[in-house]
T-cell receptor, first 112, second 112 residues
Framework: KNQVEQSPQSLIILEGKNCTLQCNYTVSPFSNLRWYKQDTGRGPVSLTIMTFSENTKSNGRYTATLDADTKQSSLHITASQLSDSASYIC???????????FGPGTRLSVLP | DGGITQSPKYLFRKEGQNVTLSCEQNLNHDAMYWYRQDPGQGLRLIYYSQIVNDFQKGDIAEGYSVSREKKESFPLTVTSAQKNPTAFYLCASMRERNTEAFFGQGTRLTVV
């Protein structure tokens, strides 16, 4: 069964600190992996899209990694800000390109 | 200003009533999707449409119906047959397979 798991379920950090969120998946065949940021009560917004051949991709203070062999991805947030408080959702798209398998998300709280 | 718009933001429904959630996009995207989001769970696919006048059931279609009479619009009706409709509903659109997916801001439906 195609699944996406994320850890931790929730995370609290102090402003200015770094953190890393994890994503493991069993989706096959694999097309690409995406990280989304979702503010409370809002729709998800794309952070990165990674294909099979990409190991690392950055978007400002966000850096995503992908290990297609172990089927793991991580999202590293550098120098966190209060506005980073949100849920971060890992999504894996199968090889047909239209089936999205969503993880449950990691709820990040950044405190002053 | 291009984008995908959902309305209303909040919706209250009495038991036994049908309600319709609106989703409109001016991105000229062919594919549109409806997802349901419950606390602690990943987004689950209700219905999707790849082209006007055609739509397919997703993983949790029971108790829901859709139409796709225009490319820009993909309304979702939550019928009285849906036994647990209280949730956050998200609409998304995509130009074609493996391209960026854009989400609306969501509609929170509550049964009273």
């Amino acid at each position: 069964k195609n699944q996406v798991e994320q850890s931790p379920q929730s995370l609290i950090i102090l402003e200015g600190k770094n953190c890393t969120l994890q994503c493991n998946y069993t989706v096959s065949p694999f097309s690409n992996l995406r990280w989304y940021k979702q503010d409370t009560g809002r729709g998800p917004v794309s952070l990165t899209i990674m294909t099979f051949s990409e190991n690392t991709k950055s978007n400002g203070r966000y850096t995503a990694t992908l290990d297609a062999d172990t089927k793991q991805s991580s999202l590293h947030i550098t120098a966190s800000q209060l506005s980073d408080s949100a849920s971060y959702i890992c999504v894996v798209i199968d090889n047909y390109g239209q089936n999205f398998v969503f993880g449950p998300g990691t709820r990040l709280s950044v405190l002053p | 200003d291009g984008g995908i718009t959902q309305s209303p933001k909040y919706l209250f429904r009495k038991e036994g009533q049908n309600v319709t959630l609106s989703c409109e996009q001016n991105l000229n995207h062919d594919a549109m999707y409806w997802y349901r989001q419950d606390p602690g769970q990943g987004l689950r696919l209700i219905y999707y449409s790849q082209i006007v006048n055609d739509f397919q059931k997703g993983d949790i279609a029971e108790g829901y119906s859709v139409s796709r009479e225009k490319k820009e619009s993909f309304p979702l009706t939550v019928t009285s047959a849906q036994k647990n409709p209280t949730a956050f509903y998200l609409c998304a659109s995509m130009r074609e397979r493996n391209t960026e997916a854009f989400f609306g801001q969501g509609t929170r439906l509550t049964v009273v």
